[in-house]
Each structure stands twice: as C-alpha cells, then as structure tokens.
C-alpha cells in the first residue's frame, strides 16, 4: 500500500507561481515513477510530469519550459514548480504513484486544486 498526501494549491493570478508538493509513505521502495495528473471541470485527468527514481523526467507539451518536477527520496516527497501559471492551468492536480511490485498499480492522492485567475 501507498499513501500520497499533496499540499501546495491555491489561488494564484496569470503570470504567477505555485509550487505542489506530494508526500509518499507506505511501500515506498516500490513507487517508480511518481508523477502529477490533472482535471479540469468536465474534462478527463491529463498527465502534467512524471519523474523515475534515476530522475528521468517527462512532461505534457502544454507546460515544457514552465512546469518543473523534482523528486527528493530522502524526503519520500516529489515536487511540482508552476511557473508562468496560465488560466488554462486550472484543475485539481494529483499526485501518483505506480507500484512495480503490483504491475504498476496506480496510487493517487485526493488532489490539490489549483486556480488561476486572468
């Protein structure tokens, strides 16, 4: 089992920044990669990054060059730097976690939201 608390949300006009972090505890040794999704009202959840233990990182087109995912083990806690924050950045963001011990079984947080006003 894997436990993901995020924290970081809020309320942020365009232009501006936020940083997301989200905590993991449980089967820690397990979780590869770690990543953070998102939804917007009455759209589907959408990878934004995701980051492997080697550091390996991927991101959504839409936010290369202003999302920043980072990852501290000792810390058991995966980071999201927003920059450039636009309006259509708004969503619940969740973290998530694949256990390779379950064939990546998919381990979510309950979301943070995020809301950017123009």
């Known amino acids: 089992q894997v436990q993901l608390v995020e924290s970081g949300g809020g309320l942020v006009q365009a232009g501006g920044s936020l940083r997301l972090s989200c905590a993991a505890s449980?089967?820690?040794?397990?979780?590869?990669?770690m990543g953070w999704y998102r939804q917007a009202p009455g759209k589907q959840r959408d990878m934004v990054a995701t980051?492997?233990?080697?550091?390996?990182?991927n991101y959504a087109d839409s936010v290369k060059g202003r999302f920043t995912i980072s990852r501290d083990n000792a810390k058991n806690t995966v980071y999201l730097q927003m920059n450039s924050l636009k309006p259509e950045d708004t969503a619940v963001y969740y973290c998530?976690?694949?256990?390779?011990?379950?064939?990546?079984?998919?381990?979510w947080g309950k979301g943070t939201p995020v809301t950017v006003s123009s």
């Open positions: 998530n976690a694949k256990n390779i011990l379950e064939r990546l079984k998919d381990y």
């Open positions: 449980g089967s820690i040794f397990s979780i590869n990669p």
């Open positions: 980051i492997t233990s080697s550091g390996s990182t």
